[in-house]
């Protein structure tokens, strides 16, 4: 009977527009208001694909939110998830040991990252905000100190702590009208205390001012590091740690070899700890399972999600190193979250990282990056409107300029904007239409930038599709230029 029950349920029809009514009148939707939202109906999704109710399909080449890393619908991750299903509805994680989390556990801190000698444990939570909240609250409780340093254009997330952190004002939760004159209305007391910001290390665009590499002071320093060193100097005694991501989520900027080296460097004499933010660029999206490992260096703290499941359930974690595990082993952390270690979360994060052990994908996302810098290379020569190309692996930026010799933007302070007024009018938003059109799915999270982040198992003639609806996309772009 079940099993007819089943049957029944995947060939039932679906009135679609009573699906978009119920949507738009019922949900408090993101980056939208009520009048600009204009929902998708979407019916399944595989690999790399989207499919709608009349069977046609568009091309993710964002995979979702930069989380899809080995592919929507994986089989292993869905047959695994129905059989935890079988046996679990929930498991209290404080009090119960499940063979799903531990086994997750066991695949990360033995199999992936046993061999880099840092990671101690691992506590999971349920999004990538949660994580960077946890890790906060680790390091403020490792340390005895209450500040947490951010850089400049940071992502961290939305929750209060996160937000903190985030020093991308479009993305603190805020307000933002879709009329003109724009307004906006932040969050009363948000970013809440206990944060500072340093200078990021964006060298396209230098906050102060330089130009790599001639930058450089005598010793080889980079002045961005050089001035993080003087601004923590003044109030090490407070500071407990300082929170980066290796590609900038939002902008995906990837700084030059040194910096993390020397960053990494300034914490350890400054005596404060390092939060490695890997929610995005983690396993395998940077082409390396975490993205520290192109540097060389190893953290105190990392946060990671979305690629540890490849988003087939909500599923995050804080890993710290031995010392900061050995700490949190003698005490009571009187910290609980009701779906920490889901048993079907923790299973689909099994078959996740299961497959992605076989199949080495952090190696085919590095193989898979050398293809789409090739095409982008084309791309920059033949389209004077891009200004920079920027990424690893599998998550790239193309920045669109007016004017390459200024480097002046179609949109200005998009580093630092907000969503009021005409932000649906960017150039971005024309790649956006235009692609889409073109069945790719392009876009990006800065009015002035695109995002290339497919899956990390993403095919060459996946990769043409895409190229190929960016290219044509961009000549309207450079009819628009100076």
């Not at 209305?185 to 230098?206: A, D, E, K, L, T």
């Not at 960017?426 to 059109?437: F, N």
């Amino acid at each position: 009977m079940a099993r007819e029950v089943k049957m029944q349920s995947r060939v039932r029809e679906v009135d679609w527009q009573q699906v978009k009514e119920w949507d738009r009148k019922y949900l408090i939707h993101a980056r939208y208001s009520q009048q600009e939202y204009d929902p998708q109906p979407l019916a399944r999704t595989e690999g790399s694909w989207l499919y709608r109710p009349d069977g046609s399909k568009i091309l993710d080449f964002l995979s979702g939110y930069i989380s899809v890393n080995i592919g929507y619908s994986h089989p292993r991750i869905q047959a695994a998830i129905k059989e935890a299903a079988d046996s679990f509805g929930f498991a209290a994680d404080h009090s119960f040991a499940t063979e799903y989390r531990s086994r997750v556990a066991k695949l990360l801190m033995e199999d992936i990252l046993g061999p880099d000698d840092w990671a101690g444990a691992v506590r999971f939570t349920v999004t990538g905000s949660e994580a960077v909240e946890l890790a906060c609250i680790i390091a403020k409780l490792y340390t005895n100190r209450p500040t947490i340093v951010s850089k400049e254009w940071a992502y961290h997330g939305y929750t209060m702590g996160a937000a903190g952190a985030t020093t991308s004002p479009a993305y603190r939760s805020g307000l933002a009208s879709d009329t003109e004159p724009a307004e906006t209305r932040p969050v009363p007391s948000h970013p809440p205390g206990g944060f500072m910001m340093v200078p990021g290390n964006n060298c396209y665009r230098c906050s102060l001012g330089h130009e790599y590499p001639a930058c450089k002071m005598r010793d080889g320093t980079l002045p961005c590091v050089h001035v993080v060193d003087s601004m923590v100097s003044a109030r090490v005694d407070s500071v407990a740690a300082i929170i980066t991501d290796i590609a900038q989520a939002r902008g995906t900027v990837i700084p030059p070899e040194e910096y993390f080296a020397q960053l990494r460097q300034l914490t350890k004499e400054l005596g404060i700890l390092w939060i490695d933010d890997e929610v995005v660029c983690g396993f395998g999206r940077l082409g390396k399972w975490f993205g520290y490992q192109r540097y060389g260096v190893t953290p105190d703290i990392m946060c990671i999600g979305k690629g540890l499941c490849s988003s087939a359930l909500p599923v995050s974690a804080v890993v710290v190193s031995k010392e900061i595990a050995e700490f949190l082993n003698k005490q009571r952390f009187l910290q609980l979250s009701t779906f920490s270690g889901h048993p079907l979360a923790m299973a689909a994060a099994a078959a996740n990282l299961e497959v992605m052990l076989e199949e080495n994908i952090p190696a085919r996302a590095a193989k898979a990056g050398e293809y789409i810098a090739e095409k982008l290379r084309v791309l920059e020569r033949n389209h004077r409107c891009i200004g920079r190309v920027g990424g690893a692996g599998v998550f790239w930026s193309v920045e669109l300029v007016k004017n390459r010799e200024t480097k002046e933007h179609f949109r200005k302070r998009a580093l630092s904007f907000n969503y009021a007024g005409d932000i649906h009018d960017s150039v971005q938003d024309v790649i956006a239409h235009k692609c889409h059109d073109k069945g790719v799915l392009l876009g990006g999270f800065m009015p002035n930038s695109v995002i290339l982040g497919p899956p990390c198992t993403v095919t060459r003639e996946e990769i043409d599709i895409a190229i190929d609806a960016l290219d044509d996309a961009l000549k309207e772009i450079d009819a628009m230029c100076d």
